[in-house]
T-cell receptor
Framework: TQLLEQSPQFLSIQEGENLTVYCNSS?????LQWYRQEPGEGPVLLVT?????EVKKLKRLTFQFGDARKDSSLHITAAQPGDTGLYLC?????????FGDGTTLTVKP | GAVVSQHPSWVICKSGTSVKIECRSL??????MFWYRQFPKQSLMLMAT?????????EQGVEKDKFLINHASLTLSTLTVTSAHPEDSSFYIC?????????????FGSGTRLTVV
């Protein structure tokens, strides 16, 4: 059973469109992280959310942590081709980082 | 920020040979490091937790004798794929957490692409 479920798994959109990626769990996490990974590279940390209800913004990216700390979302405004990549959510579970299945985003020019 | 260096970035080896992958924390000490395996367009699958000065903890289904982990110092963990076979071909990534840093996230190496022919 996957502890963290991400949706959608694949997303292909045109440049300028908005999108939201979801990360859901039945478990409570003390924190959740979002990473972006490009082909052939390791994941790079985008943000960590810690407080229930927290909203963090990173330029065109907005991250939310659910009030119950069981889910999170990533919203990208006016997507650009440079946003293309694999987006992963992760949370600490039993002292190690557990990852969602990932969302492969393709932004077409 | 915290930096994790992984080497080599890619390796091709013959079936039956062993390959060693190194993971170094460059500017912080890591008592614990993690090794992941990733298939194309899939997420990271945790293989094992590497503990400095003690035995690694392997996830269910991961062969201990196949994937040897050594964490001999606070800045270096190695993963050796023994008697490699084509099905071991994959992208291997290590990570560590800098507890002295301001964030909660893990820092990842750049990965090693292993191809067994």
């Amino acid at each position: 059973t996957q502890l963290l479920e991400q949706s959608p798994q694949f997303l292909s959109i045109q440049e300028g469109e908005n999108l939201t990626v979801y990360c859901n769990s039945s478990s409570v996490f003390s924190s959740l992280q979002w990473y972006r990974q490009e082909p052939g590279e390791g994941p790079v940390l985008l943000v960590t959310v810690v407080t229930g209800g927290e909203v963090k913004k990173l330029k065109r990216l907005t991250f939310q942590f659910g009030d119950a700390r069981k889910d999170s979302s990533l919203h990208i405004t006016a997507a650009q081709p440079g946003d293309t990549g694999l987006y992963l959510c992760a949370g600490d579970w039993a002292g190690k980082s557990t990852f969602g299945d990932g969302t492969t985003l393709t932004v077409k020019p | 920020g915290a930096v994790v260096s992984q080497h080599p970035s890619w390796v091709i080896c013959k079936s039956g040979t062993s390959v060693k992958i190194e993971c170094r924390s460059l500017d912080f000490q890591a008592t614990t490091m993690f090794w992941y395996r990733q298939f194309p367009k899939q997420s990271l699958m945790l293989m094992a937790t590497s503990n400095e000065g003690s035995k690694a903890t392997y996830e269910q289904g991961v062969e201990k004798d196949k994937f040897l982990i050594n964490h001999a110092s606070l800045t270096l963990s190695t993963l050796t794929v023994t008697s490699a076979h084509p099905e071991d071909s994959s992208f291997y990534i290590c990570s560590a957490r800098d507890y002295g840093g301001s964030g909660y996230g893990y820092t990842f190496g750049s990965g090693t692409r292993l191809t067994v022919v």
